[in-house]
């Protein structure tokens, strides 16, 4: 099924149904009882290209792994409302180009399944239905992997189209196209620069007369050449030209690549890429040719000019060039500087040194690596747009705009001081990993977002109790605290009282390991300042590897975190831990010591998921230990509580093989005896990891199995017929014990759902659980499911997991509701 688009429900007072009803999906909650959604927030792009119209502004394409698509700037460096949304139009297709045609339309050609693609917007942002299939048009030359890099207006008004396509008998090649305003193919051509080599076009011209060339590169195993190829306005080759319209650089014997192109005022070809110079890196070439194709040796040194920016072994090299006069101006990539970068250069290619420092201008965004890509002239002016890495994060790229003046200096009258940097908000990959429910009946869910697995910040979504995002949350629904412009991962969260939001989970400082991190949130999704630093803490326990899996807020105020933690650099090994907060978010020096408690359960390496808190102050953590179920007991002071199974452990093997608890719960007066523990999870049934069950025990207070629960105190459930089966969450309800994950075929991780199944309080299946029988899986796209928190609203279960799309390719947060029409709606929760 598919349920991005989310319906508003509203509930009736009462629901009603014929005796005899059981639990079910709730047809009225999204489409048949499900709902799918990304979370939002900054995405990672940078600009590729840009054109700029006759009333100054500015259009320009964006690509990363975030968001792709076209958006337009105004003359002042403000995000044109008037076009798109917000100044954007998302595009189904990575983009690498785009042109501006003599009716204000904005053509734009990328890559869509290894095909090109070409759009045609009009001056709104909206695609224009007179252009090919409904705006788009998709060319496939072989059915293999083929790239557009660059498009023209020919003098004709139409479209020039240039790149590489893919031919498996041939290699790579160059591959040109003339489309029409109708997104007719006009012209077509294949070409290669030398049998057995990869070659492309990586930019394109419009000489006088109509003549197209494409400037690019010829490569084998051997080495790679500049070259420029000249076509006559049917795409032959023009035989004038070099070579038979070939003209192959070979300066020195040394390995070049052209990167981009352009015409000066005499209609010479200029060339800009790299030379390489082998241990000291790639050094930026540009080359000048005359009109024979021959290379003009009156340019640089023998038709050479070749600089480095910074010395020794860095890579350097020609994004874009623009002319400027007589003067020719080149965007250029530096490894090592990390800046946007522009050198200028006279006819002759000798350094402007009244240009910025000595010909070099360079604009740093924010002390990190920026990397420009495209110039443009602009109201007398110079933009160089490109990326330029998030301050907040450093995984992340926003797009990055500046704009020279003639001295190399930027402009002040532009944007801020001369520089523009726009962060864009889009769908991210969404990974759940706990949930809990709000007072008005909603959920906060707790995420990794983020546009790639190591660009990913803890991150809570809130969304509303008819399934659809709270847009009032946070920034459009989502809030992010981000540790140290790296990989964060949340595992689990908690309300206050004062409806303050807790996250607890693993925060990257460095190469060197993860941190138990903790932040604190309004209600509004907004950091609380009064939590740590600005709302978050972070706690190295041994400077290794210590991940916070769970978190409890005690009725003072104070904040329990569970995780494990790794003792190497002091001569131990991997503990369960539990850390101990003020309020504030300092360590409780009073607990344990220092604030940290731990307990050795005697394996290397001991796993903490799960936390619960006694009536008496007790502290279990529950995990995995020596491939068994494992719990620890505290008491309130973090002290290990020996009178707990053995010197403070418990565990349990179920079947030989690797066991491990996902969650523990509390029952408060099980069968009138006293409270007892629950502890769910997982146990493999074999030694491959795609063969387990759902696994669940029941501990007395002092750490022994409560034999009159299941089988002398244990468990097991195949929901999926041999398949990978894994309990993530437990809640008591109506006299059941319901238990939630994911089931399905662990072989290939492809097809698991998410599954639920009902106990009686004793342990046994009930029967009477589901419409049909004990447990209950459903499917959302028919790829891999895992259902992570279940929350109850009187006589519904909702559950929260992650889903993958195969079609967006990407994971998604996942909703289910189920309900008993038997019983009566209740408008309050009973919690998680």
Same mark, same amino acid.
Request: glycine share 16%; hydrophobic share 45%.
């Given at each position: ?27 009225? /909650? ?60 998302? #595009? ?64 004709? $008004? ?13 290699? +790579? ?22 049998? $057995? ?38 795409? !032959? ?58 290379? !003009? ?60 420092? +000595? ?32 301050? #907040? ?55 990794? #977002? ?47 009282? !004062? $409806? ?36 978050? *803490? ?51 020096? +009073?607990?344990?010591? !220092? ?5 050795? +359960? ?27 179920? *494992? ?162 609203? $009187? ?8 889903? /993958? ?28």
């Amino acid at each position: 099924m598919r349920a991005i688009a989310i319906p508003v429900v509203f509930f009736c007072s009462f629901l009603c149904a014929p005796a005899g009803a059981q639990i079910d999906l709730d047809s009225g /909650f999204g489409v048949d009882g499900l709902v799918a959604f990304q979370g939002r927030g900054p995405t990672d792009e940078g600009i590729t290209d840009m054109q700029i119209d006759a009333s100054d502004r500015i259009s320009f394409v964006y690509a990363g792994t975030g968001t792709r698509g076209v958006g337009r700037y105004l003359a002042d460096g403000s995000l044109d409302a008037s076009f798109g949304v917000e100044g954007v139009v998302a #595009l189904d297709l990575f983009p690498r180009a785009l042109v501006i045609t003599p009716d204000g339309s904005i053509v734009v050609g990328g890559v869509r399944n290894n095909r090109w693609r070409l759009v045609r917007l009009l001056a709104n942002g909206s695609l224009d239905g007179n252009f090919g299939d409904d705006g788009a048009l998709a060319i496939d030359w072989f059915d293999d992997n083929d790239e557009i890099h660059a498009l023209a207006v020919t003098d004709s $008004g139409n479209v020039a189209v240039a790149g590489r396509a893919f031919d498996p008998a041939q290699g +790579s090649g160059l591959a040109l196209a003339v489309i029409d305003s109708a997104g007719s193919i006009v012209a077509q051509r294949f070409a290669k620069v030398f049998a $057995g080599n990869a070659d492309w076009c990586t930019d394109v011209l419009i000489q006088g007369n109509g003549r197209l060339v494409c400037v690019g590169l010829t490569r084998n195993f051997g080495g790679a050449r500049m070259v420029a190829a000249r076509f006559l306005p049917n795409l !032959d080759f023009d035989t004038t030209f070099g070579d038979n319209g070939l003209a192959v650089v070979d300066i020195n014997a040394n390995d070049m690549e052209s990167r981009a192109g352009t015409l000066n005022g005499s209609g010479q070809i200029v060339m800009g890429g790299w030379v390489d110079r082998g241990v000291d890196g790639l050094n930026l070439a540009i080359v000048r040719l005359g009109s024979d194709g021959t290379v !003009d040796t009156s340019f640089g040194s023998d038709g050479l000019v070749e600089t480095e920016i910074v010395g020794g072994s860095s890579s350097e090299f020609v994004t874009d060039l623009m002319m400027d006069g007589n003067d020719l101006l080149a965007a250029v990539l530096s490894e090592q500087l990390g800046d946007f970068a522009v050198l200028r250069f006279d006819a002759n290619g000798a350094p402007v040194t009244t240009f910025g420092d +000595s010909g070099l201008a360079q604009v740093d965004f924010n002390g990190l690596v920026d990397n420009p890509a495209v110039l443009a002239m602009h109201q007398g002016n110079f933009l160089v747009g490109g990326l330029a890495t998030s301050a #907040l994060r450093s995984e992340a790229g926003n797009l990055g705009l500046v704009r020279l003046l003639a001295s190399g200096d930027p402009d002040p009258a532009f944007a801020n001081a001369g520089v523009l940097e726009t962060g864009l908000s889009g769908p991210l990959r969404t990974q759940v990993a706990d949930a809990v429910r709000r007072s008005d009946g909603g959920m906060i869910a707790a995420v990794s #977002l983020g546009a790639t697995f190591s660009a990913r910040d803890f991150s809570l979504i809130g969304i509303r109790s008819d399934g659809t995002i709270d847009v009032d949350f946070g920034d459009g629904g989502a809030a992010s605290a981000d540790f140290a412009n790296n990989e964060d991962t949340a595992e689990a969260v908690a309300i206050q009282p !004062d $409806g303050r939001i807790v996250v607890v989970g693993g925060v990257r400082q460095s190469t060197q390991g993860t941190d138990f991190g903790i932040a604190r949130f309004m209600p509004d999704g907004s950091l609380d300042a009064g939590f740590g630093t600005d709302g978050r *803490v972070s706690v190295d326990l041994d400077g290794a590897t210590d991940t916070a899996r769970a978190i409890a807020v005690l009725p003072d105020g104070k904040i329990l975190a569970a995780g494990e933690g790794q003792f190497f650099n002091s001569g131990g090994d991997g503990d369960l831990v539990v850390i101990r907060l003020l309020a504030n978010g300092t360590l409780d020096t +009073s607990f344990g010591t !220092d604030g940290i408690a731990r307990a050795d +359960s005697g394996a290397s390496f001991e796993f903490g998921n799960a936390l619960a808190v006694l009536d008496d102050g007790t502290i279990i953590i529950g995990g995995s230990a020596s491939q068994d179920f *494992v719990l620890a007991a505290f008491d309130a002071d973090g002290v290990v509580d020996t009178g707990f199974g053995t010197n403070g452990i418990a565990a349990l093997d179920f079947s030989g093989n690797f066991d491990g608890i996902s969650t523990l719960l509390v029952v408060p007066n099980w069968n009138g005896q006293g409270e007892r523990v629950i502890a769910v999870g997982m146990s493999r049934t074999g030694s491959s990891t795609s063969t387990s069950d759902f696994a669940v025990a029941m501990f007395k207070r002092d750490g022994t199995l409560e034999t009159g629960f299941g089988n002398a105190g244990k468990t097991s459930l195949d929901l999926s017929g041999g398949g990978r089966d894994e309990a993530s969450d437990v809640v008591l309800w109506q006299e059941r014990l319901v238990l939630i994950g994911r089931s399905g075929d662990g072989a290939s991780q492809n097809g698991a759902d998410f599954a639920l199944v009902g106990l009686d309080l004793n342990g046994v299946p009930d029967p009477d659980f589901t419409t049909s029988g004990p447990s209950l899986k459903f499917d959302f796209f028919g790829a891999d499911d895992d259902a992570r928190a279940v929350a109850v609203d $009187g006589s519904s279960l909702t559950l929260l997991g992650t889903v /993958f799309d195969p079609v967006l390719g990407s994971q998604l947060a996942g909703l289910g509701r189920l309900k008993d029409p038997e019983l009566i709606f209740n408008d309050g929760f009973e919690g998680l």
